[in-house]
């Protein structure tokens, strides 16, 4: 048994001589190839070249009345309740989830906020405070069926998404509370309506929520470690876990944000509507994915970034307001956006290939 | 108020309806555009997802300020609910007209052209229960409402039927809560074949002894009869109806259907784009009918078997006032 | 650095100036590669040196950019590993190429399934179940290589070791003209790795070449006939294992040494 | 280099003396167990008796009016559609993809082979073959676009779903072909409608189909090699791919089949109404999804069979049929379908769990 | 076949009768485990023998059935990677754990991440990126393990080995108490495989203890003080590598032969 000798095998001591690089390759330098690595380092660009683009060209075709103050911030107050959910969202399929009951989360939490307050005479602070409480647990069942129970999320969803909506229609008996008895009785449910004017410039609290929303969690996903773990669980939960992430938690902690991001989702839409309605919102959880997905998030998870969705938000906006002012028949505006969501995944994919 | 933008010549108008999946709004659309066209009006139609899309309309009404827009005609899918928005539009200046169904409170509007709801189904409920004669007393009746949601065409058209055919309605705000015994059940159908049939089916299953059935709509109506006759039941069983479309007129004809009451929505779109144009015009607005909150575009109990003290007309006359 | 003439035999399988990027790396540049008929040859390198956009290129699982790949002489062009494969070049992968969820049997024949015969097979395509079972049980018998009770039981149910004795038997059982095995030992123990060791020179000695990739030093120099030295994307030279040492092999691969004639293989 | 010796290193002799059997391990086998590994090795039984259990339970309920042959065919008839639907989604389910364009691409197939005849006066069944036609064409629109351009088939199938129902407005301009008129000039397209009775059960001609399909659906997926490779591509693409199997036509022609299937749906969906009406439908793809989920198949791919599906629907059937005739409140039906679907798959995942 | 008595010192991760199964399998059936402190333990075995439930469920990533783990003589209950982390036991994983789409820095401070110092990182919990990525550099510089350009660039840009050495790295990092490897050269190449071994053995003189997993008998044999033979899901003996041969090693793990006195570690 001569070769059993201990230390290094003799065949390996001419490795200290050699080179102590790692394998280095060529690199070519195009122009496209270069654009590539760029809009693959920064994926909320594409979204925001998307959206400079479709504004300039609607601004075009429609001239002053689209490239108005009032327009443009118009079309900030009417994606503000898709880009809050959609916030919502992001962070869900951030984590490789999918939200399906954020719109009903979001009806039923502002059904709760009014009910409390008329039904059962609560103050409107407290009735907000329940609301939000609603939007929590639902979001904490969710979380706790996907990370504990650990069922996929779009089914855990898409039955929310049923039960709540049911549950709205039995608690709410499809009664709506009226905008002047809100506007009397307790008008801090309506305060995300309330505007401010710049100019020609007329924005809703609900809008600067949103904005504020979104920077603020890009902000917490980009600098704290709650954030980077949020990322790295939609990466790889397995990996995540082992490397000392609590994913169960992180889980679960995301689907409660979400849900208290509806919540306040369904007090701005009483503050948008006026009154409190029981049927609005029932689409909400398709065009906060849209907005998600045309804002160039993975729908695998752990890549893109909350910024891009709000680009996305904005396109479907600029879209339908720039369409529905050329008066473009409704359902050419359904058939564009969907051809949109397709190209935009495209395109994204492009990046992807490329940069790899 | 926001800025009435650039000064077109054309006066620009909008219409938002429910649903543009809907026959119904689908001819109202037609007929308002066909009166657009003939006034020189730019007209812009706009319609929620679903029936009960509150945001889509409210989306509508901004796009519509922001277009500059002289009057909107709006059939509302949630009546209270778009209330604040209707009154932005009026505090910008542009008239608004509900159609079909009227906003909650009714003088939200500047002017409602529309069909009186409850008025429909009263008079296919009357028409039912002098149909059946002795039989009304232990009658059984399947109700085939639109939506678990209960927005207000439904309710208000499914209390009146019951209201016409003597029944207590409870609270007459939703259907649901009656409890005489002669309702075998109430399903939904979401207006359409499919869902007509399926309710019906489920309804039969419960009490095959169903012989009147209320349906929200004529599509509903004609996949309730689908489910009869897979039965063999189209024979003993009286469907009502309230429409007045032209397929459904037809159905009338054939003894699908054997009342139904027309609504015009061609022509309340029609007077409502008059209206606009007038106002952009002149500045006046238009007035109600005498003795009505609302200018009551009528609405006709359609059937080929009058009944006694019933003012109808005939299938023959119905078709001719048919809508698509 | 070219194959010295000498040779009177004609390449089985043969590249020329093979080229692959992804992205800003290029993983193969300008490579070439030689395999002759009844030989072992292992291909050794550094990590991230390319070898196994070599063997995907070569067995279809990768399209180079550039260059070209014949096959007895004649330039294939293979588009997918089922053509690679339908040319009689069977390939064990990396990370093996097999789906957890379906057994044994399944695994072993997918893409090359057996109908049965008569009407069943011929109208409604059905499979023959039952010979392909046997066969399958033939192969890892044949082999030695398994001691495996149920031939439908799924491959997620194995551990890693058997696994990788399942793909490494279908590759020898079906490979008509070359078989490649990538790193086949990576994760084997002991006596695993010892199998498929065995398993190499049972397959030399039914007369198929095959191409071997190995971090292993001491397999390598036990089974290999040549040895292709793989360096940043190109092969750097071809050694003899009898004339050159383990030690000549890492200097090369890891640049401590530029190759000597002395060491080249004929 | 005295450790430079060819052959096997020394310390490998040892080997050979050695048992040659793999590692075994002792096996626990407690009646839980055992059941557990009954349930994982046939998938489809966990709704079977789901299945059987709901229709006892809602037997005993409500006695002879639900155990009659009448309401048990009935129940049959009404899962026709979406069992036909169901089973185009369980293939595009099992490669680890999903269709939520299903219920569009039914409506407008259906709608195509009503206005061709109607409209252009074709014979119907030209037209019928004309609306089969279209649902493969749009099947391989989204199989292309998955296979090949590589886009998740969630969001190309999101998009298609709003392209497909604009398409189907824009086109039927929302007009109902009535049943009178098809039953006097067009009966082929109401085909699917007869009946056949046997005593009391009634089974319609769609519902033959839907069983028949779903039967050579399972015997495809089972006994051919195309049902095989279903199987691996949703198993494991790459290692599918790397094993010979052609991936993306195996894809491609997944959506195609799926897109005829729903085409034969929406031939089937004729003779349910009747009539042809653009606005029946849109909601199928929740359905069908509900019923694959409930039915036992991974939404990840791969694993499940197609029978389970078949008694999803079922399931899903029995509840909405015995809800109604108990007289619940259809809120109420949503809430408990809600629960059903979050159930089946805990269920499911238990299952997994234990036996994996 | 307990631990021989004669040892003065206290294990410094111990654990007794450890239970695993999954579905019908068990993987860990009553195994015993003793590191002592400042040693190389090497634990080697078949493959599925159950070397990696054992590590898992030492440092927390799988919770066992039964059985106990002692730290310094204090029992534990880990129920997740990060209390065995905050415990001082370190592990690297068969399958690495690590973020693909996080930056090298991110991956090494992953669950341990520094916030910025004063307001910021008190109440806005902001991360102080800088520092973490100086000391990431700084780590990877000192172990000389790694050539790295940029620290932030995502794990996925690099190769195998790469990252197989911040995987390694960040174990050697931050392990206070204990260093676990599993495998952790399987797919390096000769020359990364030596780099690993140094490490480990630097790590060694820096006084930690460090769990070795591997079926690499020469590296076994060259940093093991003592190796734990695993069989069958426990442990069979553990014997002192000065001692035993690699024969006797190979002979033990794979059934050929019983353990002796003779070999054992003392
Ligand atoms: N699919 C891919 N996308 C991007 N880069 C890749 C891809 N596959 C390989 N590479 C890169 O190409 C180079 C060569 O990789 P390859 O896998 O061929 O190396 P190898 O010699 O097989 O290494 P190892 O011994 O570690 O298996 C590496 O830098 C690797 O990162
Ligand atoms: N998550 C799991 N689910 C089911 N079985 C598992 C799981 N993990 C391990 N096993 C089984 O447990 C047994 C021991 O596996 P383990 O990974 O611990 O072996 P090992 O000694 O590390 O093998 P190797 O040397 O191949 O890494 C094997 O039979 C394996 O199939
Ligand atoms: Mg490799
Ligand atoms: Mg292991």
């Not at chain 1, 590539?36 to 594409?46: E, Y």
């Not at chain 1, 879209?319 to 058939?335: A, H, I, K, N, R």
């Not at chain 2, 009502?240 to 022509?267: F, H, M, R, W």
Request: proline share 4%; charged share 20%; with cysteine.
């Amino acid at each position: 048994m001569g070769s059993e000798t201990r230390g290094p095998q003799g065949f390996e001591t001419a490795i200290h001589s050699g080179p102590n690089t790692v394998a280095e390759f060529h690199q070519r330098r195009s122009v496209v190839s270069q654009l590539r690595q760029l809009l693959h380092q920064t994926p909320s660009i594409v979204p925001l070249i998307v959206l400079v683009a479709a504004t300039i060209v609607f601004g075009i075709i429609l001239g002053g009345r689209f490239f108005s103050a009032y327009a443009m911030t118009l079309i900030l107050q009417q994606v503000a309740i898709t880009g809050i959910v959609g916030a919502a969202q992001s962070l869900v399929i951030l984590t490789a989830g999918i939200d399906l009951s954020v719109g009903a989360i979001m009806v039923l939490t502002s059904v709760v906020m009014g009910q409390f307050t008329f039904r059962y005479g609560l103050p409107p602070f407290f009735s907000v405070a329940c609301g939000i409480g609603v939007g929590a647990l639902i979001g904490y069942i969710n979380g706790f069926l996907v990370a504990r129970v650990k069922l996929p999320p779009f089914i855990v969803t898409l039955g929310m998404w049923q039960i709540v909506l049911a549950t709205n229609f039995l608690y709410s008996a499809n009664e709506t509370i009226r905008a002047q008895d809100i506007e009397t009785q307790a008008p801090l449910l309506q305060v995300f309506g309330e505007t401010v004017r710049v100019g020609g410039a007329v924005l809703t609290y609900g809008a600067i929520m949103m904005v504020v929303i979104v920077c603020v969690l890009a902000y917490v996903l980009r600098h704290t470690a709650w954030g980077r773990h949020v990322y790295a669980v939609g990466d790889d939960p397995v990996a995540a876990e082992l490397a000392g992430v609590q994913v169960k938690r992180i889980l679960i902690s995301v689907y409660v944000l979400a849900g208290i991001i509806c919540a306040l989702a369904g007090w701005a839409l009483i503050g948008r509507l006026g009154s409190v309605s029981p049927t609005s919102g029932q689409f909400e959880n398709i065009n906060s994915i849209t907005a998600v997905v045309i804002g160039g998030i993975s729908l695998f998870g752990g890549r893109g970034s909350i910024i891009g969705m709000l680009f996305g938000a904005l396109i479907v906006g600029v879209f339908s307001l720039g369409l529905g002012m050329y008066g473009t028949d409704p359902q050419w505006t359904y058939l564009l956006i969907g051809m949109l969501i397709i190209a935009a995944v495209a395109v994204d994919q492009w990046i992807r290939k490329a940069a790899a | 108020a926001a800025p009435a933008m650039a000064q077109d010549k054309t006066i620009s108008a909008c219409l938002i309806t429910k649903t543009d999946t809907n026959p119904f709004f689908v001819k109202m659309k037609e007929g308002a555009t066909a009166e657009a066209k003939k006034l020189g009006v730019n007209l812009k139609t706009y319609a929620g997802k679903i029936d009960g899309d509150n945001e889509s309309q409210v989306a509508a009404i901004e796009t519509c300020i922001a277009d500059g827009a002289k009057g909107i005609l709006i059939t509302a899918s949630d009546t209270k609910a778009i209330v604040p928005s209707v009154k932005k539009a009026r505090d910008a200046g542009l008239l608004v007209i509900a159609l079909d169904t009227p906003l909650d409170p009714i003088d939200a509007a500047d002017a409602t052209f529309a069909t009186d709801n409850m008025k429909a189904g009263e008079l296919i409920g009357q028409w039912a229960k002098e149909t059946l004669g002795d039989k009304a007393k232990d009658a059984k009746i399947a109700m085939l409402d639109l939506a678990v949601s209960q927005p207000s065409v439904g309710v208000l058209r499914d209390q009146g039927f019951l209201k016409g055919f003597g029944i207590d309605l409870g609270d007459p705000k939703k259907w649901g809560d009656e409890t005489d015994p002669r309702i075998v059940g109430h399903e939904v159908t979401a207006g359409n074949e499919e869902g007509g049939r399926k309710a019906m089916e489920t309804l039969l299953a419960k009490d095959s002894g169903i012989n009147l059935v209320y349906t929200i709509n004529e599509p509903a109506a004609a996949g309730a009869y689908q489910a009869l006759k897979a039965v063999g039941m189209q024979e003993g069983v009286t469907i009502t109806s309230v429409d007045g479309g032209c397929p459904g007129v037809k159905n009338v004809e054939a003894g699908v259907i054997g009342a139904t009451s027309q609504q015009y929505p061609l022509k309340m779109a029609s007077l409502g784009v008059d209206a606009i144009a007038q106002f952009a015009k002149e500045g006046t607005k238009p007035k109600p009918t005498e003795g009505k909150s609302f200018f009551d575009t009528g609405v006709q109990l359609v059937t080929d078997h009058p009944v006694e003290g019933l003012p109808s007309i005939d299938t023959k006359e119905g078709l001719k006032l048919c809508w698509g | 650095m070219d194959q010295k003439g000498s040779c009177v035999m004609e390449p089985i399988l043969k590249a020329r100036g093979l080229v692959k990027r992804y992205g800003k790396v290029t993983a193969l540049d300008h490579c070439d590669f030689d395999l002759y008929p009844g030989e072992v040859l292992a291909v050794i390198g550094d990590n991230g040196a390319g070898k196994s956009s070599l063997i995907k290129a070569l067995s279809g699982a990768v399209r180079a950019d550039e260059g070209q790949i014949f096959l007895d002489g004649k330039e294939m062009h293979f588009s997918s590993p089922l053509d690679a494969r339908e040319a009689g070049i069977e390939t064990v992968y990396q990370n093996l190429a097999l789906s957890p969820a379906l057994s044994i049997a399944d695994n072993m024949f997918l893409g090359r399934e057996i109908r049965r015969s008569g009407f069943m097979g011929k109208y409604l395509r059905t499979l023959d179940r039952k010979t392909m079972g046997r066969l399958a049980r033939e192969k890892l018998n044949d082999l030695g290589l398994l001691t495996i009770q149920n031939i439908d039981q799924p491959v997620e149910t194995l551990s890693g070791g058997q696994r990788q004795g399942v793909a490494v038997a279908r590759a020898a059982a079906f490979g008509s003209r070359v078989v490649i095995m990538d790193e086949p030992t990576a994760a084997l123990g002991v006596k695993e790795s010892r199998k498929v060791l065995e398993l190499i020179q049972d397959v030399r000695a039914r007369g198929l070449p095959i191409v071997l990739i190995s971090h292993n030093m001491p397999h390598v120099f036990e089974v290999a006939d040549r040895v292709h030295v793989h360096r940043l994307g190109k092969r750097l030279c071809v050694i003899d294992p009898k004339l050159a040492t383990m030690s000549d092999a890492v200097a090369l691969m890891t640049g401590a040494k530029q190759p000597e004639a002395s060491m080249e293989a004929a």
